[in-house]
């Protein structure tokens, strides 16, 4: 995957959930009659501009893709001709301005319900939740879970796919306490697990419980070579059957994985069958970071029996009403796992390892864009959610900290004096720059170590 993918799938993804984000804030200010001077995607010198609409709003392109705002006419920040005074923002009911600034994250949720009804109207392919042998001595294995079990509920919570079950597992094990487990033969399972370790949760958080993803035996043989992988590199052919590693008998594709994995940048000498015919090719794998981890890959993927895989999938898929209720269950679900752990991270029960920026960001924008629309849509879900979560954090300078304002001067009756806000917007400014710092340290680490 090229830089400049990455980058063009970055910049929609950011120009999609910034527009739809601050056209709530602009939709919500000509409803309460504010008006709207400048309608900006990015930051900086404006690329792009043009004035439309009665109240000739300006609407411009700048030159820094990361975020956009909405400018509205303010008494505090310049003349205002007195004749439109009273479309001043400053000018609103406190009800108003409340309804302003909270449109905007709830754009972002709304955004995240419509994406979500999408995938769901359409279906969406899944593995079913699964499991594989437990290894031995974990609490899986206690508790009499085996090999082909498939779950139906985690502490009473509906499970459709394996990645739900994934998700739940992981809220449960970072809450710590039991987990009730319902499998579709009716039995019930009790899980007495420690809490998760959370210095990493990228990497796979349920294999200290034993929960495995069921994987049926797959034969070594190649069904698709990726451009420019290590395979095509060294000569391999879809249909190749792969017979052994420098000298060792390997029966499976898992065991290739495996294999694989274990060496990163060290060749392989593999004896394959092609047609019939023998023969040797040296290869040697690419190395990439995964969770932290150096790891092997030479961009080959297995040929499968669709028969075999049709048996382990479901399609997620519901009717138009039934979608839409799903689609917010879904957008519910992930905002509150989201501020669960931001919660968690502020009071060290979560690391701050797993805090993202946008490199990282960035890297899943072109990853998710080339496995196809549907995980590209799934991914501008997931940070929409994100985005309207964090803008409603209670931090000056996010539409959270204005709110914070606002309820205050209902309460109070009179409105936050120009002095605290501009102390608040300092000590917003060193915790947004102090969140990015940490977020970008991130990125870079997980860069280095590939």
């Known amino acids: 995957m090229s830089v400049l993918h990455t980058i063009l799938w970055f910049l929609i993804a950011i120009g999609i959930l910034v527009v739809v984000h601050e056209f709530g804030h602009y939709l919500a200010a000509r409803l309460a009659g504010v008006k709207v001077l400048r309608f900006s995607v990015g930051f900086g010198k404006p690329l792009v501009s043009r004035r439309l609409g009665r109240d000739q709003t300006e609407w411009t392109l700048s030159a820094l893709p990361f975020g956009g705002y909405v400018k509205m006419l303010d008494e505090r920040e310049g003349d205002v001709p007195g004749a439109e005074a009273h479309r001043s923002f400053n000018r609103a009911t406190v009800w108003r301005r409340i309804g ?35 290894p031995g001595g974990t609490p899986a294995a206690h508790a009499g879970l085996v090999g082909g079990d498939e779950i139906r509920r985690v502490n ?6 394996f990645q739900d079950l994934r998700l739940s597992l992981l809220r449960a094990g970072v809450a710590g306490g039991p987990l009730r487990l319902e499998l579709t033969d009716g039995r019930i399972i009790q899980l007495d697990a420690q809490p998760v370790e959370t210095e990493n949760l ?19 043989v190649i069904g698709q070579v990726l451009a420019d992988g290590a395979a095509e590199r060294a000569g391999f052919l879809s249909g190749d059957r792969l017979l052994s590693a420098n000298g060792q008998t390997v029966t499976s ?61 479901v399609d997620v898929r519901y009717g138009p009403l039934e979608a839409i209720w799903q689609g917010t269950v879904k957008t519910w679900d992930m905002s509150v796992f989201t501020l669960e752990m931001m919660g968690r991270m502020v009071v060290g029960q979560v690391s701050w390892k797993n805090l993202s920026g946008p490199l990282t960001i960035a890297d899943y924008a072109g990853q998710s864009a080339t496995l196809g629309w549907i995980s590209f849509v799934g991914f ?41 806000m501009e102390i608040g917007s300092r000590i917003g400014m060193f915790f947004l720059l102090l969140l990015m710092s940490f977020a970008l340290f991130n990125d870079l680490q997980r860069l280095i170590g590939r």
Do not use: C
Not at 119 to 131: C, D, E, N, R, S
Not at 156 to 161: P, V
């Open 100 to 134: 302003i600034v909270a449109a905007g994250p709830a754009a972002n949720f709304l955004l995240a319900i419509v994406f979500y009804w999408a995938l769901f109207l359409h279906g969406v392919p899944a593995l079913k939740p699964i499991i594989g042998d437990p």
């Open 156 to 161: 009473g919570d509906d499970i459709a796919s």
């Open 202 to 220: 990228e990497r796979d958080m349920l294999r200290p419980l034993g929960i495995l993803r069921y994987d049926p035996v797959i034969q070594p």
């Open 253 to 313: 594709w898992q065991d290739w994985v495996k294999l694989i994995r274990q060496h990163p940048a060290k060749p392989l000498r593999i004896e394959y069958e092609r047609l019939g015919q023998r023969g040797a090719l040296v290869v040697v794998p690419d190395a990439v970071d995964e969770a932290g981890q150096r790891i092997g890959r030479i961009g080959a993927g297995p040929q499968v029996d669709e028969s075999l895989m049709a048996a382990l999938m």
């Open 380 to 420: 501008l879900a997931l940070v929409s959610v994100s985005l309207g979560v964090l803008n409603l954090l209670p931090i000056p300078l996010l539409d959270g900290g204005h709110l914070m304002y606002y309820v205050a001067e209902v309460l109070t009756g009179r409105a936050v004096s120009e002095r605290t």
